[in-house]
């Protein structure tokens, strides 16, 4: 799942808005920016009902989005929370195919879809206290979440009518500092001062979560909001710092808008023995701040 899906910039008088829509995860759409997307289909199997595999079962999601401006993206509210369960009979497809690979940026910025058959979805199911509504075929959703409802670090049950995965994934948790800090101003009117350079760019953050991976997700716009230029994701392990190179910025016009998403992953894969595969975990740390190219 690719984040925040951003189409364009609108500038009226002196205010700058990022409109942006919510890209759901059962498309096949491309994102962001133009490539082919992913659409080979990977065939659910006809394991016994008692074998246990190596397959997955299904994905669990909490995706904790924090936005610095949110009048700068055309949004409401400073969070976005939302958590998303997916469970099937065991399938070989690769939910995290579309991810930068670590150690790498790209512009090519992709979706991938994980065919499968679903199992029931008729009552709600639960991830510790948080609960999740059936919302279709193996599908569960919570897209209004609150900032106290997330326990940081904290090892999650899946519980569902069709059966429970006890400990099937740990939470993560946020930052306390992120840099260059003018990324995060809030109000309009100082919003896209951070600069990121043609020569490049060093982010930092803290804390950083040894064995998370993380990500900087870099959208450009024109100097007047008017049109989508491109993006560039840099991915690496979360060591607190990375390094944006200038090279792909070098085409841009002087002062065109940037978001920029600091996002933090952490991606697992446990036993669940009454679902004879492993359920997929992805917990998405982001927070979306502005700057402009210079």
Known sequence: MRFLLITTLLACSS?????????????????????EVSTEPSSPTNEPESQMTELSVGLATIHFRQISCPAC????????ITAELLMHYPT????????????TCT???????VSSQPVQATQPAMFNSIQLNPTGQGKWENGFLYEYQIERQTPHTITTENGTIVNAFTSIEGFD???PYTLLWVDPSYAFDAIISKNGTTFTWYPSLSGDEFEILIAVYSPDGSQLLGAVSCQEMDTGSMFVPGNYF???????LAAVHLIRHRIDSRPAPNF???????????????????
């Open 107 to 113: 512009t090519q910025l992709l979706e991938s879809y």
């Open 276 to 294: 004879n595969g492993y359920i997929d975990s992805h917990m998405i740390w982001e927070v979306v701040g502005t700057g402009h190219i210079e």
């Open 73 to 80: 993206m055309g949004v409401s509210s400073e969070f976005d």
């Open 177 to 179: 500092d992120i840099q």
């Open 92 to 103: 070989s497809g690769d939910y995290f195919e579309y991810m930068t690979p670590t150690g």
């Open 250 to 256: 070098q085409t841009y016009p002087t002062w065109s």
């Open 15 to 35: 205010d700058i808005a990022i409109i942006t829509t919510e890209k759901t995860q059962d498309t096949e759409e491309e994102i962001i920016v133009t490539g």
